[in-house]
């Protein structure tokens, strides 16, 4: 199994600026996953990371609202640019398995007014 | 792209019945997953069946896979307040298997 850290772990922020999210594993990962959870919703992925390269989008989501870095294989931040208060839901990051499951961060719970 | 339907979305049962979730896709799944969300945590992974048919037990729980790998349920026997939480089917797709979630069902245990 793999433990997961982000930073922060909750945030209350104004619209129009930006926040940026960190997701720490504890072991080497080739993919790194980006969720959004909106209250009472289900997960929906935002973008898969990839160290050494672009990240995958999702349709809905694009590289200029959610820009994501992967500078190694154990870290990878997620940026909510320009926010709305449509933006304001959980953000999980994941890691998957060798046996696919997908292990969760403990989410950052953003707040947009 | 592909979706999977949960039902009920809400269950609300009393401590000790049973209760069980319906997981259904339009379209053949190679896997269905299953995880736990608590209230105010993050999902967990409960157990992935991969099989035509095939049916897997944890204590309380028993999780099948339809014949025609469209449908799964999540079943619990003797419900406790620590069933309390969200129920969600998932399924993996793609070479590096990204993980699509259906809706959730959301489970209350009255004590």
């Known amino acids: 199994s793999a433990v997961i850290s982000q930073k922060p772990s909750r945030d209350i922020c104004q619209r129009g600026t930006s926040l940026t999210i960190q997701c720490q594993v504890d072991s080497q990962v080739t993919m790194m996953f980006w969720y959004r959870q909106q209250p009472g919703q289900s997960l929906t992925l935002i973008a898969t990371a990839n160290q050494g390269s672009e990240a995958t989008y999702e349709s809905g989501f694009v590289i200029d609202k959610f820009p994501i870095s992967r500078p190694n294989l154990t870290f990878s931040t997620l940026t909510v640019s320009n926010m709305s208060p449509e933006d304001s839901s959980i953000y999980l990051c994941?890691?998957?398995?060798?046996?696919?499951?997908?292990?969760f961060g403990p989410g950052t719970r953003l707040t947009v007014l | 792209g592909q979706q999977v339907m949960q039902i009920p979305q809400y269950q609300h049962v009393q401590e000790g019945e049973d209760f069980t979730t319906y997981c259904n896709s339009s379209t053949t799944l190679s896997n269905i997953q299953w995880y736990k969300q608590r209230p105010g945590g993050h999902p967990v992974f409960l157990i992935q069946l991969v099989k035509s048919g095939e049916v897997k037990k944890q204590k309380r729980l028993t999780f099948q896979f339809g014949e025609a790998k469209k449908n799964s349920s999540l079943h619990i026997t003797a419900t406790q307040t620590t069933d309390v939480g969200t129920y969600f089917c998932a399924f993996g797709s793609g070479g590096y298997q990204k993980v699509t979630f259906g809706t959730g069902t959301k489970l209350q245990v009255i004590p």
């Open positions: 994941s890691v998957e398995s060798s046996y696919n499951e997908q292990f």
